[in-house]
Nanobody, 119 residues
């Protein structure tokens, strides 16, 4: 299985920026699409995803205009640039395939990276 490792989270003031990285242990061309999800208490949201081959991107309304997803095929890495962070953005952010991979019948998730926004 290709492992996905998220990094780049942290504490930032409202209005600030963070850049998340998702490093894959293998070739991301194996996947049709990858995305960034966020998990807040009681809610999981797909905030952005990208078609690996063509690079087409899609965003949730909640982050449109503020977040940018990109991929570096040479580095097998997917990024999420988050600007103008708001108090409603804090969550654990995960990268994953779209749709979510399943291993032995169970959704497969990495450890994620925590984003905290102070007002």
């Amino acid at each position: 299985q290709v492992q996905l490792v998220e990094s780049g989270g942290g504490l930032v003031q409202a209005g600030g920026s963070l850049r998340l990285s998702c490093a894959a242990s293998g070739n991301i061309f194996l996947f049709n699409a990858m995305g960034w999800y966020r998990q807040a208490p009681g809610q999981r949201e797909l905030v952005a995803h990208i078609i690996i081959s063509g690079g087409r991107t899609t965003y949730a309304d909640s982050v449109k205009g503020r977040f940018t997803i990109s991929r570096d095929l040479a580095k097998n890495t997917v990024y999420l640039q988050m600007n103008s962070l708001k108090p409603e953005d804090p969550a654990v952010y995960y990268c994953n395939t779209v749709p979510v991979r399943r291993v032995d019948g169970v959704d497969y998730w990495g450890k994620g990276t925590l984003v905290t926004v102070s007002s």
